[in-house]
Structure formats: C-alpha cells, structure tokens
C-alpha cells in the first residue's frame, strides 16, 4: 500500500481509522445531546438573512465543486450547493453516490472532473470539501494547481495530509473544537485557519461557515 500521509498511513490503514471514527461521530450525531445541537445550528442558517440574500453579494459565476465526507452523499450536500447557486456560484457535483473512504480512483476522477470543468470554463474551480472530503479536495488542489483556485475545508483529517499544496491556490480550514484530534488546520503558511462554534456534521449548514463562504467569493480582494 502507498503512503498517504506524513505518518506513513497505508489506504488500508487510513480507511481503517475513518471507519473507526465515522461510527464513532455517528453515534455522537445520534445521540439527545448531538441532535438538538446539529438542529439549532440548521435553525440558525434558515432564519439568516445570509441565506436568502447571501449578504445582498453577488459571486463571480465560477464554478464550485461541493465534495462529501465519508459515508456522505451529493445529494446530502444540495442545501449547500443550491445556496451556492443563489449567491452566484456554478455548483458542481462530486459524482459520488456514497463517500467510501480514500480511494487513488476516486480523487483521480474528482481530477479529472474538475480539470475538464477548468478547461470548459477557461477559469480555476473552487473546492469545498466537508471532513473526509476536505482530506481528497486537498489531494486534488496539490496534484492539479492550474485548475483550482481556493480550497475551502470543512473539518478535514489533515493529520494525514502529505506535501504542500502550491501558493496559487487560497487554502482556508474551517473547523471546530471538536475536529481538533484531527489537525484540521492546514499546515501551509499562505493558507487561513478559522475555528468556529457549531458541530461537525453540522459545518455545512452552520450559519458563520456561510456567512465566511458569502465573504469569499462575493469580496473582489478575496477572489482569485
């Protein structure tokens, strides 16, 4: 098996530990004290203003690739992604009907998408990548450069990550105190690590992630 990260992790053992953990995380979810929490944070989002009006900003029709976590769906993501058409994003999906762990197939295709899509579009895609996802949007930004222009994580398992992904790609973690066994900050010195208060599974419908998103891609001195 090949190494995947700078602690010398096989496929086999990463998918191991993110086995371990998802049953572990989704146990959390599932429990009375997780539930309302993940609740209150989907509340919060529905009655802000950010996500309606995005902010009265408008985005700069680039197209933007949502990427799962582990065990996750596309289709889980479409909260995200509608929203993302509203502020005046091309969203894109992943093509992944269930998130199956790390997989050297599935980030070359996740690739191969967004490098054909670049081309298409004659400009760099954004990545946003939840957990799981956030770890293979990573992958995808170090070994494709010229076709990504912000990678944005929600959670990510840096603690494997490998290699430093170049300087002509944004990189920022947004993250809680409860991902922080993983070393979801990214270890790149022009990349920018946000904490902010919420759930795990609850980053892609937490209100202050939108609120950071609209600020990304709808301020000209913060796009690329």
């Known amino acids: 098996m090949r190494a995947i990260g700078p602690e010398g992790a096989s496929e086999l053992e990463f998918n191991r530990f993110i086995v371990t953990h998802g049953r572990t995380w989704r146990r959390q979810l ?10 209150l944070e989907f509340v919060k989002l529905l ?3 950010i996500f309606w009006s995005a902010g009265g900003g408008r985005g700069d029709n680039h197209s933007v690739m949502v990427i799962p976590g582990y065990g996750v769906s596309d289709w889980q993501m479409s909260t995200l992604r509608n929203w993302l058409r509203r ?23 996740l690739g191969s998408k967004v490098k054909a899509e670049a081309r298409r579009a004659g400009r760099r895609v954004t990545l946003i990548g939840h ?92 796009q690329r």
């Open 47 to 49: 009655t802000s203003p």
């Open 87 to 109: 502020l005046g994003c091309q969203p894109m999906l992943s093509g992944i009907r269930t998130n199956p762990g790390w997989s050297e197939e599935l980030v070359e295709a």
């Open 131 to 222: 957990s799981l996802g956030g770890l293979q949007g990573r992958s995808v930004a170090l070994r494709h450069p010229d076709s990504v222009r912000h990678l944005i994580a929600l959670g990510a398992p840096f603690r494997f990550a490998s290699g430093a992904v170049s300087q002509a790609v944004a990189i920022t973690s947004l993250y809680t105190r409860f991902d922080l066994s993983f070393e979801p900050r990214a270890r790149e010195p022009h990349a920018h690590n946000i904490e902010v208060q919420g759930t795990h599974g609850g980053l892609v419908i937490n209100k202050r992630v939108y609120d950071l998103l609209a600020k990304f891609f709808c301020e000209p001195d913060l």
């Open 30 to 39: 599932n429990a009375a004290r997780e539930l309302p929490a993940l609740v």
